[in-house]
């Protein structure tokens, strides 16, 4: 399966259905309950993705200033403040790549703060600007474990949350269908998991940068077929490659961790650093944060509140390091590389000496500084100069 025509298919059908007075759109955090939204039949917008893709695109660079005009500081998440630059500029990257005139207009808008506060005020901006329901899972933060009393409360918000789409959609809640996307969810993030586990063997058939668009399917349609069937069909080639030993860079000498958000901007130009000094980044934080080990269709809404709150992000940083520990040792890692995301201190885990703590245990770590979006915080000459020398060390 193309993965540009399942992305083109997806946002044509997004902007038909906003179109469409008997269908329904919501807007959803990426690791937000998209599974009850879609089980309530709505189409599910994410509004992290198309940050991505105005920084993929650098677009963002044009739509930031207008956001911190407005009062939104620089300071802030830069997804946010590209997104709602663009908003304000009336413009997106999805009119030249497919056509679509503007993003689909919700009917309502789900976040989770399982990642961050930042997209309550987010959505809250888009359900000022479009007079739309706005309803926040609160969830618990920051855990060590997590105990059957943060479950509970996420599946009474779940329940809250299912009673309002109710209103919305005139029709009542069906457990069967949450049942069948949870299913399909969970087949499709089972084998997302085995996507990225490809990355043990060396040389490794994928590296990080591949990842970051192999990804979109399990951000944006978790709980359908075609994001199974994709990673069914992208699972057997990346198989296929590590049996002819085809590694993802031409010549795989070192195996990098990325711990980080992805610097949407530069992903061309670190891939081709990294493949030029002989190293895979051949596994990440963020592309693992897609995978949802614990969804079980059997009991839908306490594994879907298990599987969102002990997303890496919602952690301390006690089991941080530990996860990563364990990654280097699965994925033979040779350093671990920090990105310290100017903007957004949620998923930068350098500020807190976790580098210092893996370093005493023996792990090489480095930190470059940089930004998911703004580019202004990102400078190609120094984070060349840091990476060369870490690498040269290992
Ligand atoms: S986790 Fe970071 S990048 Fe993601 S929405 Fe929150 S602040 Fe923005």
């Not at 789900?110 to 961050?116: G, H, I």
């Not at 009673?163 to 457990?175: M, P, Q, Y």
């Not at 969810?185 to 060396?202: H, I, Q, R």
Request: charged residues 25%; glycine residues 6%.
């Amino acid at each position: 399966m193309d993965l540009k025509q399942i992305m083109r298919d997806y946002f044509l059908d997004l902007d038909a259905a906003a179109k469409d007075a008997d269908r329904k759109v919501a807007w959803c955090t990426s690791a937000g309950p998209a599974e009850i939204l879609r089980a309530m039949g709505f189409e599910v917008f994410f509004p992290e993705n198309h940050g991505a893709m105005l920084g993929a695109t650098r677009v963002c660079m044009e739509t930031i200033p207008a956001a911190n005009s407005k009062g939104y500081s620089p300071e802030i998440c830069s997804y946010l403040t590209s997104d709602i630059g663009a908003y304000l500029r009336n413009i997106t990257p999805l009119t030249k790549a497919y056509g679509i005139e503007s993003l689909p207009k919700p009917d309502v808008l789900v976040y989770n703060t399982n990642q961050c506060k930042d997209v309550m005020h987010w959505f809250e901006f888009y359900a000022n600007e479009y007079g739309v329901p706005i309803f926040g899972i609160h969830s618990p933060g920051h855990l060590p474990e997590v105990e059957p009393e943060h479950i509970a409360d996420v599946v009474e918000q779940f329940r809250q949350l299912i009673r309002s789409l109710e209103t919305i959609t005139g029709k009542a809640f069906e457990k069967s269908e949450l049942v069948r996307c949870l299913s399909l969810s969970k087949e499709a993030t089972d084998l997302w998991s085995e996507v990225l586990d490809t990355a043990m063997s060396k040389p490794s058939p994928l590296n990080f940068f591949d990842a970051t668009i192999y990804m979109a399917p399990i951000v944006v349609l978790r709980g359908t077929r075609i994001a199974r069937d994709y990673y069914r069909e992208l699972l057997a080639e990346l198989k296929e490659k590590v049996a002819a030993g085809d590694g993802a860079v031409h010549s795989e000498h070192k195996r990098i961790y990325w711990e980080g958000m992805p610097i949407w901007g530069r992903l061309r130009h670190l891939s081709n650093l990294f493949d030029s000094n002989d190293t895979c980044v051949v596994a990440s934080t963020y592309c693992n944060s897609w995978i949802f080990s614990d969804f079980d269709p059997e009991e839908p809404l306490k594994s879907m509140a298990l599987a969102y709150l002990q997303i890496f992000i919602n952690r301390n940083d006690a089991y941080k390091e530990k996860y990563i520990s364990d990654m280097v040792k699965r994925f033979s890692i040779d350093g671990v590389i920090f990105h310290a995301a100017k903007t957004c201190p949620n998923n930068s885990n350098s500020y807190y000496n976790l580098p210092g703590r893996l370093k005493g245990n023996g792990i090489s770590t480095i930190v470059i500084d940089g930004d998911l979006c703004d580019l202004r915080c990102f400078s190609d000459e120094q984070s060349t100069n840091v990476i060369e020398a870490f690498l040269e060390t290992l």
